[in-house]
């Protein structure tokens, strides 16, 4: 009982901060879902109004939030995918033994991690550009007609796919580099001596020694990229027609360009409840693979 | 299977570290030979360059009379049974001794009945399911050892296969191999540094230090003739004891060759005094058996032989024996006795031994002389 006490008290200034600043946020944005919280809310109180579920019953009619859901299951779709296998692609090359400086590459791959994506939006914007960017310079090359990437409602969200994957692929190529590592040097000998080719070593003793390496990188990933936000807001600003409007920049545009801070809680909940789900599902497929 | 050839076989590596000296030896048809040697000794780098997981700086390996230097370890037809096993944690037991087959293009059905037949001899039928890591330590062996079986090879390379066993099933599973050999009449390669295993298992025992071979031989040779005094000092537990000294020769009867040990000297016995004439005055280094040191009993006739008196320092009762430490001059000796229960640390004792089972040793070259 007073073993249980002491627990308690040491854990007590944790509990406080994550309470204050993690729990009672996400109630007051809950309690907020529920009411019309807008500008004249804002400049008084007494206009605000308890509506229930109004705000998601609102949400769910919305084509807006639809076409924002729908634009930010496209790039998890296509983003998570390319962002693991472009860390795993890097994470093989500079695991290889055959490459000369690792650590310099290393460092190089994972730089684009840490700059700002203010900054490096900018410089991609110019890598972009329809007429002088780099990008459709090399697809001339190719003989491929230039795309105006960012201006194109069908191009804009893979370009900035190809932004997100080149932002973050290094975060996971250092967990994947660590994993590889992890891998008992004797399995590949083992495997070469057993007769397998590059391939097949690759494939029957690399690649399953990676698997809950590659199914947790790829849940990180997913969460990570459900709240896509600063690319298109950057780069963007959520067009061409909407196309690369996502349920967060939806949330934002609702907060603070409209006010209608209740429907921009709401937006918040709902996305809440999608990557629970996801992560959940995500975790369940996991634990299935690891503890067959 | 196949005989294996090594001629002048050298790996160094960048920086000037050198792990094999010029390693020459053969390894025949349905021989076991064990590479014995402390850590580091190069005897684990020669294995795995015999495997082609390593290439040697200079020298030929051969496999059944071909040259396999340039071959990848797949094309070698070897098979090596890792210290650490090198199981493929994700795959089934079943899986795990398959693997190769299914490389190689084997049907299931005969792949299936292949791992029958080895779960079988290894007494892992009902583990096929299982993943290595629901296995305990013998059963993964077993299986790694199955996982080389199950191929068929020339050559059977095992690298310190029972070191991550404990002391009991050591043992059983060191008679299994043993039995295997004998069964399969496999040529095998087998690397330790125990040499309990070395000398129950081998037919005929590399000793390496140093990246150099110190003696190729019978494991009872190895024993009853060291080479020199590295091979002395490594096999046998407890160690040999050494008594360092100066030779004289004795001008008048009896012409008796003599060790001069600083506080006494050590008479070599007659029959040595021809091999040992001309190295008068050599600085020779005198190596006993603890088996070879007797206790001289109070009171009973005098024996024979040279005597060397001293003070008991330790007694280690083992159970069915007793090892005890005398000071002896300035140098301690360990001998082999039956228990004892009469004698205690301080008391005085004196030793006695045949001066045929002395082994001498040029104190600066180490090797072997006055056989």
């Known amino acids: 009982m007073r073993a249980s006490h002491f627990g308690w008290l040491f854990a007590a200034p944790a509990l406080v901060i994550i309470g204050v600043f993690f729990f009672l946020p996400v109630l007051g944005a809950l309690a907020l879902s529920l009411t019309d919280f807008d500008l004249y809310a804002l400049a008084d109180l007494r206009n605000l109004r308890f509506v229930g579920l109004d705000n998601y019953w609102q949400l769910m009619h919305s084509r807006e939030f639809w076409g924002a859901l729908g634009n930010t299951c496209y790039f998890v779709a296509l983003g998570v995918p390319l962002s693991v296998l472009a860390s795993l692609l890097t994470a093989l090359l500079v695991s290889s033994r055959l490459t000369r400086w690792p650590a310099l590459f290393r460092t190089a791959l994972f730089a684009p991690v840490v700059t700002t994506v203010v900054a490096v939006a900018l410089v991609w914007r110019y890598l972009l550009h329809t007429r002088y960017g780099l990008l459709n310079w090399a697809l001339g090359a190719l003989g491929v007609h230039p795309l105006d990437w960012l201006g194109d409602p069908h191009w804009a969200m893979p370009a900035i796919v190809l932004f997100a994957v080149w932002k973050n692929f290094g975060y996971n190529m250092i967990i994947l580099i660590a994993a590889l590592q992890a891998v008992p040097e004797e399995l590949h000998e083992a495997a070469r001596l057993d007769g397998a080719s590059f391939w097949q070593e690759f494939v029957r003793v690399t690649l399953p020694a990676l698997r809950p390496t590659l199914l947790l990188v790829a849940i990180l990933t997913a969460a990570g990229y459900f709240q896509l936000f600063a690319e298109p807001f950057v780069m963007t600003q959520g067009g061409p027609l909407q196309s690369t409007m996502s349920v967060v920049y939806l949330m934002y545009d609702q907060a603070f360009k409209w006010w209608n801070l209740g429907t921009a809680s709401a937006v918040a909940f709902l996305l809440f409840l999608i990557v629970l789900v996801v992560t959940a599902l995500e975790m369940r497929f996991l634990r299935r693979i690891e503890a067959p | ?371």
């Open chain 2, 1 to 371: 299977m196949a005989a294996v050839a090594l001629e002048g076989v050298v790996k160094a590596y960048d920086g000037g570290r050198v792990a094999v000296a010029g390693a020459t030896f053969g390894v025949d048809d349905a021989e076991l030979v064990v590479l014995l040697g402390p850590s580091g000794c190069g005897k684990s780098t020669l294995l795995r360059i015999i495997a082609g997981l390593e290439t040697p700086t200079a020298g030929t390996v051969r496999i059944g009379g071909r040259v396999v230097n340039d071959l990848a370890p797949k094309d070698r037809d070897v098979a090596m049974v890792f210290q650490t096993y090198a199981l493929y944690p994700h795959m089934t037991v079943e899986e795990n001794l398959g693997f190769s087959l299914r490389l190689k293009g084997v049907s299931r059905s005969q792949r299936a009945a292949r791992v029958r037949e080895v779960a079988a001899l290894l007494d892992l039928e009902g583990q096929l399911d299982r993943l290595p890591r629901q296995l305990s330590g013998g059963q993964r062996q077993r299986v790694a050892l199955g996982r080389a079986l199950v191929r068929e090879p020339q050559v059977f390379l095992l690298d310190e296969p029972l070191s991550n066993l404990d002391a009991r099933l050591r043992s059983g599973v060191r008679t299994e191999i043993a039995r295997l050999h004998r069964r399969l009449r496999a040529t095998m390669i087998y690397v330790t540094h125990d040499q309990v295993e070395a000398m129950t298992l081998g037919q005929r025992i590399v000793v390496m230090n140093g990246g150099e071979i110190q003696q190729i031989d019978t494991p009872l040779r190895v024993y009853e003739q060291p080479a020199n005094l590295f091979v002395a000092g490594f096999v046998g537990s407890p160690s040999m004891n050494f008594l360092r000294g100066r030779l004289l020769q004795q001008q008048q009867e009896p012409q008796e060759p003599q060790l001069d040990l600083g506080f006494t000297r050590l008479g070599l016995g007659k029959p040595r005094a021809s091999s040992l004439a001309a190295q008068d005055g050599a600085e020779l280094v005198a190596g006993l058996r603890p088996e070879d040191l007797h206790l001289v009993t109070a009171g009973a006739p005098p024996e024979a032989g040279p005597h060397l008196s001293g003070a008991l320092e330790l007694i280690e009762p083992v159970g069915n024996e007793t090892f005890l430490t005398v000071r002896v001059g300035n140098v301690e000796l360990v001998l082999r006795t039956p228990p004892q229960r009469l004698l205690r640390v301080g008391d005085p004792v004196t030793l006695t031994f045949a001066t045929d089972r002395l082994h001498l040793f040029d104190a600066h070259s180490g090797r072997r002389v006055g056989t």
